[in-house]
T-cell receptor, first 115, second 113 residues
Framework: DTEVTQTPKHLVMGMTNKKSLKCEQH?????MYWYKQKAKKPPELMFV???????INESVPSRFSPECPNSSLLNLHLHALQPEDSALYLC??????????????FGPGTRLTVL | DQQVKQNSPSLSVQEGRISILNCDYT??????FLWYKKYPAEGPTFLIS?????DKNEDGRFTVFLNKSAKHLSLHIVPSQPGDSAVYFC????????????FGTGTRLQVTL
C-alpha cells in the first residue's frame, strides 16, 4: 500500500480566511513533504519534515505554516493568502532510508482557489 | 538554473508502438532518478526508478535507461496504450536523504488509436 490521502480535495477561500490542508499516510514513512504545483509547471518543494522535525523550508512566505503533529500526519495552515497562491498543493511521503534511495509517494492533492 | 530538463514538451505515439521520453540533468551529485506519471488535477504517480549504480531497470512495459557519462536518462514504454496518455515528469535526488526532488518540466504523451 502506497497511499497518501489529502483533505479537502478542493478549497475556495478568501484572502482574510484561515484554513488548513491535511495529509495522512500509514506506510510508516518518516519523511513528509509539501509541494505546490501551478498549471503546466513541475511541482515545487515547499517544506520537508524528517522524523517530525522541519528539515527544509524553501523560503516559503509565513502565510503558509506547516505542522507535523505525529509521524502519520502533516498539516499546512493557510492565512491571509493571495490570489497568486491558487494552485494544486501536493503532499508526499517517503521512507527516509538511511544511505539508500528514497522514493516519494504523492497524494492526490488539494486544489486551492484564493479569491 | 534548470538542473533537470525534458526538452520535448509533447510526444504523440500510436497505440502499440514504443514511446521514448528523454531527460537530461546537469548536477553530478544526483544519484537516484525517478519517473512519475501525472493526470490533470491529480498527484504524480510513481512509475519506476533507477539508482546510479545501474544503467537499466525494467518493470513490465516500462524500462528506464541511465547514461551517467552523458547525464541522460530515458523512459521506454512498450507497447504504448491509450491509458498511458498523461504528463510524465522525470525527477532526480541525492539518495539517502529526505531531500528535495528536482523535477523536469514534463513531457505530455498522447497515445493515439
Amino acid at each position: 500500500d502506497t497511499e497518501v490521502t489529502q483533505t479537502p480535495k478542493h478549497l475556495v477561500m478568501g484572502m482574510t480566511n484561515k484554513k488548513s490542508l491535511k495529509c495522512e499516510q500509514h506506510m510508516g514513512h518518516r519523511a513528509m513533504y509539501w509541494y505546490k504545483q501551478k498549471a503546466k509547471k513541475p511541482p515545487e518543494l515547499m517544506f520537508v519534515y524528517s522524523y517530525e522535525k522541519l528539515s527544509i523550508n524553501e523560503s516559503v512566505p509565513s502565510r503558509f505554516s506547516p505542522e507535523c503533529p505525529n509521524s502519520s500526519l502533516l498539516n499546512l495552515h493557510l492565512h491571509a493568502l493571495q490570489p497568486e497562491d491558487s494552485a494544486l498543493y501536493l503532499c508526499a511521503s517517503s521512507q527516509h532510508t538511511s544511505g539508500g534511495p528514497d522514493t516519494q509517494y504523492f497524494g492526490p492533492g488539494t486544489r486551492l482557489t484564493v479569491l | 538554473d534548470q538542473q533537470v530538463k525534458q526538452n520535448s514538451p509533447s510526444l504523440s505515439v500510436q497505440e502499440g508502438r514504443i514511446s521514448i521520453l528523454n531527460c537530461d540533468y546537469t548536477n553530478s551529485m544526483f544519484d537516484y532518478f525517478l519517473w512519475y506519471k501525472k493526470y490533470p488535477a491529480e498527484g504524480p504517480t510513481f512509475l519506476i526508478s533507477i539508482s546510479s549504480i545501474k544503467d537499466k531497470n525494467e518493470d513490465g512495459r516500462f524500462t528506464v535507461f541511465l547514461n551517467k557519462s552523458a547525464k541522460h536518462l530515458s523512459l521506454h514504454i512498450v507497447p504504448s496504450q491509450p491509458g498511458d496518455s498523461a504528463v510524465y515528469f522525470c525527477a532526480a535526488s541525492v539518495a539517502g536523504t529526505a531531500s528535495k526532488l528536482t523535477f523536469g518540466t514534463g513531457t505530455r504523451l498522447q497515445v493515439t488509436l
